[in-house]
């Protein structure tokens, strides 16, 4: 299914251009129309097959070879008598030079093998990095017609017109595909996503995305699972980098956290319930950005012992000094010095009249922050240190609503703006088929579970 779905949207946005394919996935994923998406798309199947497979034809006997050949030829070498040659192509082994995978390739071509030697332009070749792909073909003879390479951002092209060779390279044009994924925690949100071959800007997205609602520094749990829809940009194939999480939920300690996003004019977008609610909060749980460093649980967690709580009256975040501290709401600084009660460097917020947020035992202070600054929420404010009261590096967090303590993690937060009623029949049809996939993934999860 997977697969089906990655192919479709290879297919559509081949054959319809990246953005309209993507939407289009975007409809018919997950909804009735799936199959008739695939019937619709089934032509192009074969061609798409053809780029999307090359590297598991390579390993086959020969006699596939021939096929491949037919539907990869570009057009653009329709010109004159068809060209004799085969497509073919190659992932770059450790210790592999220009030589040995120009020979796996198929290549027996000193010509093209001096030519590119000699080439600045095709220096990214002479030391092919482990992993990459190189797509070439050849002729039956051995010789070198054309070269395909991705250098990094990149896609080197080398051919050989006429009588020589030229190298060319220019920006790799990437492909957008719509992928899914689901976890289960055991040790960490980074643990988890590694297991299921997520990147961690995948993973820094979800923490980001749920974070006025989990903070993820205390409230996980083992057994927590989540899902995610996103989208990947490809090169040939080949997975080059995460883009935006599309739509995901968390079920955190049995309850369920559903988030999709919902682009509301050109230029910008947000993350909304699937009811329109909007997610933002006028406040974050964790004024310490959710990273790789911080990421497990066990030691850091929270017991919300309420005698505990009234003597602290807030909350510490061990975390190595100087790590960034964020603003939990847009506001007012009120306060950025030296304090001498304990709290040692310290940044005092204003948000709104009623509330304050107080951040304590700073090593530093953000360029400029001083008394009337205007701050936005996740804006950093300054750097986790252990000046004043504090026996190790960690940040001292409070939360008081007319100046009275408040336990960040339990006290209700006001939320932005949900989707207005102009934009609710634009959002539902755009969100419907994403909270589908969110459904079945949730199913196929529990059921693997079973
Ligand atoms: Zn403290």
Known sequence: MQQEHNMIVAALSRFVGRESGKLLVRRIAGSKLCRAAVAVVLPFIGVVAAFGIAPDTVTEPRKQTPVVLELALPASSSAGAPVEGYWREERVLHGDTLATLLARLGADDPEALRHLRATRSARALHQPAAGRTARAQITTEGQLLELHYRNGANHLTVKRDGGGISVAEHPAELELRVLMKSAEIRTSLFSASDAAGLSDAIATQLADIFSTDIDFHRDLRRGDRFSVVYEMFHDRGEPVRAGRVLAAEFINVGRLYRAVYFQYDEKRGGYYTPDGRNIRKAFLRSPIEYSR?????????????????????????????GTRIRATGDGVVEFAGRDHRGYGNLVVLRHQSRYTTWYGHLSGFAKGLRKGTRVAQSETIGYVGATGLATGPHLHYEFRINDVHQNPLRVVMPAA?????????????????????LKLLRSTHLARLD
């Open 293 to 321: 460093i911080s990421s497990g649980f066990s030691s850091s967690r929270f017991h919300p012992i309420l005698g505990t709580w009234r003597a602290h009256n807030g909350i510490d975040y061990a975390a190595p000094h």
């Open 417 to 437: 703006p949900p989707i207005s009623a102009e934009l609710k029949p634009a959002f539902e049809v755009e969100v419907e088929p994403l909270v589908q996939q």
